[in-house]
């Protein structure tokens, strides 16, 4: 099983699609690194995701209750020394079945991925919640 990818890029290459990002110049600085940070975060996600998944394609099918998908979870502490005022003091990986405000555009196959993407990514994390 190949290791999972933790850069934009990376992920492209391996979903054999360019790296041009949606335009988002009409935006706020601000929006536009959510934006853009939203972007890069699902790409990489959906490569490994198929990683997970032996070279298949997979999504979180929110309908199917039987079937586990992990988020994962991080806990904001307020720091006004820090960009936008907080920072991420740790993550954990969560299963769930179908609750209503998670949604499944982050939802990672299996628990090792999700804790992969919270220790790997957490700068896109991080940039999604300014």
């Not at 995701?49 to 994962?72: C, F, H, V």
């Amino acid at each position: 099983m190949q290791e999972f990818i933790s850069k934009y890029e990376e992920a492209c290459a391996f979903l054999k699609r360019g790296t041009e990002r949606p335009d988002v110049s009409k935006y706020s600085e601000k929006k536009q690194r959510r934006l853009n940070a939203d972007h890069d975060l699902e790409t990489i996600l959906e490569a490994n995701n198929m990683i997970a998944n032996d070279g298949k394609p997979w999504e979180a099918n929110l309908s199917d209750t039987d079937k586990e998908r992990w988020y994962t979870w991080h806990k904001i502490i307020p720091d006004p020394k820090a960009d936008g005022g907080f920072r991420l003091a740790f993550f954990a990986s969560y299963c769930v079945s179908a609750y209503a405000f998670l949604g499944a555009r982050h939802a990672a196959k299996t628990k090792a991925l999700s804790d992969f993407m919270g220790r790997e990514c957490i700068d896109l994390y991080r940039d999604t919640k300014s």
